[in-house]
């Protein structure tokens, strides 16, 4: 008799090759329905997995793979992401796997970065930055965990770490009213790649300003190009030249505060004694003297890492059927860059 083959056993429940070889491994999200399809087509057709196999399959997974978004354009995001980085892998190598750094591109095909994955041997994944639904979902079919960092886009669907933006925005906007500011202006830039952030962000800044009635005219929230000097040279100026100067910017993080700090100085403002900035961070190093000191609602990055590495590691040993969502609370952290009027 002819030995029964894992396809044979898809076939007969219905299902693709992985979604079968990961419920005969123990492995994925997969339904009790769909599970007990598969075991019962292995059963009828006395179906072994290869022993080889799957201790090969056990011996890569424990690599682990971190997708970082290759980006020349978000480099200053790299002292941000580093500290991820390095949580992650003092966390995941006491417990005997290891990490492989895969950069990734958003013009990358779902495919190319699929292959890059399958090549490295990884058995997990981590996704700093990075959304990309369609391979998610190929990899957590193929049995690979993937826990997504600091992208909220797909917290409905996929296990993630993310940073509390709403909260964040919320509590920086109620410290600048605290301040006693009252004429606030918003100032933000174009992120089509994870557009939660831009959300969330604006709208617990504004949600902090409705609670105790302060107003903001829609011409008081300005979009710009990351690197378009010129464009946000020119709406500052427009800004403060509108008649009724804001005394206070909320900036949707501290890499483009350090730029709207440079185009003020061109417009003889000074910071704070003309207008007090705040913004999320901390993608600037502040351990760095030439860095303007900038307050900011902090991101703790090193708990960002500990907490995915953890989340991890309890997936890779218990195998829990629900998805997981946690978030990390912005801090703040006065460093000069706000005045009490």
Not at 171 to 186: C, D, F, P
Request: proline share 3%; hydrophobic share 40%; aromatic share 10%.
């Amino acid at each position: 008799m002819v030995s029964a083959k894992l396809k044979d056993v898809a076939r007969e429940a219905g299902v693709s090759l992985s979604t079968a070889s990961c419920v005969l491994n123990g492995k994925g999200n997969i339904s009790k329905e769909v599970r007990q399809r598969v075991h019962e087509a292995a059963k009828k057709f006395g179906y072994r997995r290869n022993l080889y196999a799957s201790s090969m399959a056990k011996r890569v997974s424990s690599h682990i793979a971190i997708l970082v978004l290759d980006d020349y354009e978000k480099a200053f995001e790299w002292n941000f992401i580093r500290h991820i980085i390095i949580q992650i892998e003092s966390v995941i190598t006491k417990e005997g796997y290891y990490p492989i750094m895969i950069p990734v591109n958003l013009h990358f095909k779902s495919e190319q970065v699929l292959k890059k994955i399958i090549a490295s041997g990884s058995g997990a994944i981590f996704s700093i930055h990075y959304g990309n639904k369609e391979l998610f979902t190929q990899l957590e079919d193929r049995g690979i965990s993937v826990i997504i960092i600091n992208n909220s886009n797909y917290q409905d669907k996929f296990y993630s770490v993310c940073v509390d933006d709403f909260q964040g925005a919320y509590e920086g906007a109620l410290y600048l009213t605290q301040l006693g500011h009252r004429k606030i202006a918003y100032i933000e830039y174009e992120r089509p790649d994870i557009p939660s952030v831009i959300a969330d962000r604006f709208i617990g800044f504004k949600k902090a300003l409705d609670e105790i009635g302060v107003e903001f005219p829609d011409k008081n929230r300005i979009t710009v190009t990351l690197y378009n000097m010129e464009e946000l040279q020119e709406k500052i100026k427009y800004l403060f030249n509108s008649g009724e100067n804001p005394t206070a910017l909320f900036i949707h993080d501290d890499y483009l505060a350090a730029r709207v700090i440079v185009a003020l100085n061109k417009l003889g403002l000074a910071v704070p004694e003309d207008v007090s900035i705040i913004a999320p961070g901390d993608t600037l190093d502040y351990n760095q003297p030439f860095i303007p000191r900038i307050t900011t609602m902090s991101i703790n990055t090193d708990l960002l890492g500990r907490i995915a590495g953890e989340l991890m590691i309890n997936r890779l040993k218990s195998k829990p059927d629900d998805i997981h969502v946690l978030k990390v609370k912005q801090q703040l952290i006065e460093r000069g860059a706000c005045r009490r009027l």
